[in-house]
Each structure stands twice: as C-alpha cells, then as structure tokens.
C-alpha cells in the first residue's frame, strides 16, 4: 500500500518473505531499494498506520497454537511475545486473534531502545513480564530469534513450521517441526526446574 501509490511495483509474497525478520523499517527499505528508490518517512508512518489497523485481515494463528499455549500455561509456564514488529500492531494482531490474553508482556520492535538479534531485546522483554532469564526458553523462527537466545544464554527451540528456512536453525538448542512438540521439548529443556509462573517460554 505504499509501493504502488508511489509508481513503484507491488511486491510479491517471496520478496516480502525474504525481508521479514529484523522490522518494518528494514523491510521497507529492502523493498524500495529493490526498485531502486529510498524509504521516506513518511511512506514508514503510512505503512505502520496501516498495518496497526489491518495485521490480522489475513493472519491466523498456526494451527495447534492455542492448544499448545494452553498446555504450557497449565504446566506453569509464564509466557512473552518478544518480536521485532511495531508494539501496536503486534498487540492489535495478538487481540484479535485472541491470543494477546496468554502473554504476560510484548516485547516489540519499538518497546526499548535495541531490538533482535540484540540479547538485550529478549532480556528486556522477560523483565517486563516479570520474569528473567532463569529457566526461559525461546521459541521463534527466524535467525535472530536464535541469536538472540544464545547471546542471552538461553536454550531455543527452532519452530521449523515458521517461514524462516532451515539453515537459520544452526545453533538452536532443539528443532520442533510441529506445534504439537512444543510443551514436551519446553519440559525437556527445563527438567531441573518445577513448574512455577516465573518461569517463561
């Protein structure tokens, strides 16, 4: 919505795919320079208005999710969101799809001042939830979500059914290739600590 109102073609879903991962700004500027033009900041605030008000249009939770939130939640499991997208519209996607009631805190790619592949970004969300690193685990799908885990100390679960490819699985602790792996491996990772809420995944 801001590439063809500027003359420029529209992207197309494996460009965009290829670019998500490190935040709004550097996927549109990704996008741009792909054409040969620069991000203004205006074409950034248009973009973020818009998708505040319409990330979950097309969105829906992978299948199992719910069920796998749950779970964890039921094995005391203290749950976070630590993502690279804008706060409002991580937070309007998560309400939507009725599921922002599971996380004790967003992290989002605006909410402090460093953001992933940065530890500090993972770290900083734990302590919003009330949490800290002692017994977390990160689950995510990208590079960074690994990156981030193992610059704080933290063992990762690759969720393999996300859009990340493969390779960016090196290093994680454990590969989960559906929902439905997630609570054993969580308790696998953790066996020395009982379940409490303290602990975050």
């Keep these: 919505m801001v590439l063809v109102p500027r ?10 795919t290829a670019l998500v991962g490190n935040g709004v700004r550097v996927l549109l500027a990704g996008l741009f320079a792909n054409r040969d033009a620069t991000l203004s900041e205006a074409a950034l605030a248009e973009f973020q208005t818009y998708y505040a ?12 999710i719910r ?23 991580a937070r309007a996607l998560l309400a939507e799809l009725d599921l922002l009631r599971w996380f004790a805190a967003v992290g989002a790619g605006d909410s402090f001042p460093v953001r992933k592949p940065d530890p500090a970004h993972l770290l900083s969300t734990l302590e919003a939830a009330g949490g800290n690193a002692d017994g977390a685990i990160m689950v995510g799908d990208h590079l960074n979500d690994v ?3 193992l610059g704080a100390g933290l063992p990762c679960i690759f969720a ?16 989960a290739q ?24």
């Design 7 to 16: 003359g420029l073609p529209r992207a197309a879903r494996p460009e965009v």
């Design 67 to 89: 069920e796998a939130l749950q779970i964890l939640a039921q094995s005391g499991w203290g749950l976070t969101v630590c993502t690279n997208k804008p706060e409002a519209a």
């Design 160 to 175: 393999a059914w996300g859009y990340g490819d493969p390779a960016m699985s090196a290093g994680a602790t454990a590969i």
């Design 147 to 149: 990156s981030a885990a």
């Design 178 to 201: 559906t929902v439905a792996e997630l609570p054993e491996l969580c308790e696998r990772l953790a066996p020395v600590w009982p379940a409490d809420p303290s602990r975050a995944a």
């Design 53 to 64: 008000a319409h990330a979950a249009v097309e969105t829906r939770p992978f299948p199992g």
